[in-house]
């Protein structure tokens, strides 16, 4: 699966996708770093990458269509939390379910949404 992961992700959560066979764009380190959200939004858009966040601002986006939007939302998100919710939240969906899937993975619980592209 084509994935795209902001700097706030961690290194290990990367690392551990691209161990499960997805490919990976991580901002991190690149002229990308620190772009503004539709900057991000756009290259998303234009690799028909899924996006994983930390920035609840994407959510914005659910009412499009999209290759998948995964938030993580904890209360106090640190290097073990964040990968073990991405991780979690890919093993739970198949690839093919990603598409126009915004889901937001919190600490217990987590919210989805599906958007329905009009014929």
């Keep these: 699966m084509n994935i795209v992961v902001d700097e706030n992700i961690p290194k290990l959560?990367?690392?551990a996708l691209r161990a499960d066979g997805h490919v990976v764009t991580d901002l991190r380190g690149t002229s990308e770093q620190g772009a503004d959200d539709?900057?991000?939004?756009k290259k998303v858009q234009s690799q028909s990458a899924l996006l994983i966040s930390t920035d609840k601002d994407f959510t914005s986006h659910r009412g499009e269509t999209h290759s998948g939007i995964l938030i993580i939302r904890l209360r106090?998100?640190?290097l073990a939390q964040?990968?073990?919710r991405v991780i979690l939240a890919m093993r739970l969906h198949e690839p093919a379910d990603w598409q126009?899937?915004?889901?937001v993975m919190r600490?217990?619980?987590?919210s989805t949404f599906r958007h329905i592209p009009e014929s």
């Design 82 to 84: 964040i990968p073990a």
């Design 38 to 41: 539709t900057a991000i939004w």
């Design 100 to 103: 126009n899937l915004t889901l």
């Design 13 to 15: 959560t990367v690392e």
């Design 76 to 78: 106090q998100p640190n």
């Design 107 to 110: 600490d217990a619980v987590q």
